[in-house]
């Protein structure tokens, strides 16, 4: 004769690799959205560090750059321009605060137009009119 068994347990699905579901033990845990360090802030930190590696002479040139970090030379070109920004452009862009998912406020394309222009105080006012309002970077 079969009897029926009855198990109680919490459990819940959670995405696994591609579009599986997979089956977990518990209740689900409400986390909150990663923060993440905004973009604008890594590539800036990247061009400082390149230009660091070709003034130490430990890499030739741009093109070598973009060899080794397996892009374009164009795209070398780009985030290397962001250099050409006023050093407190730079800074702020360093220390903008962590985005909590979605899109940044400030994205590079809104920054190419203003590291095109050789004049900082330009610079600068462009910046103002980019940077996210009532904002103190």
């Not at 995405?15 to 689900?28: D, F």
């Not at 409400?30 to 400082?48: C, G, H, N, Y």
Request: glycine content about 6%; hydrophobic content about 40%; aromatic content about 2%.
């Amino acid at each position: 004769m079969t009897r029926a068994i009855t198990i109680k347990k919490q459990i819940h699905f959670r995405q696994g690799r591609g579009h599986r579901k997979v089956l977990k033990e518990g209740k689900v845990r409400k986390t909150e959205p990663a923060s993440s360090v905004p973009r604008i802030s890594r590539l800036m930190a990247l061009a400082i560090h390149m230009q660091e590696l070709v003034d130490a002479g430990e890499v030739a040139d741009y093109a070598e750059l973009a060899r080794l970090s397996h892009v374009t030379r164009a795209r070398i070109t780009q985030i290397m321009n962001l250099g050409h920004l006023a050093p407190d452009i730079q800074e702020e862009l360093l220390l903008l605060p962590l985005s909590n998912g979605g899109r940044d406020p400030i994205r590079e394309r809104m920054v190419r137009p203003i590291a095109a222009i050789p004049d900082w105080r330009k610079q600068r006012r462009m910046w103002m009119e980019v940077r996210p309002a009532g904002e103190n970077c």
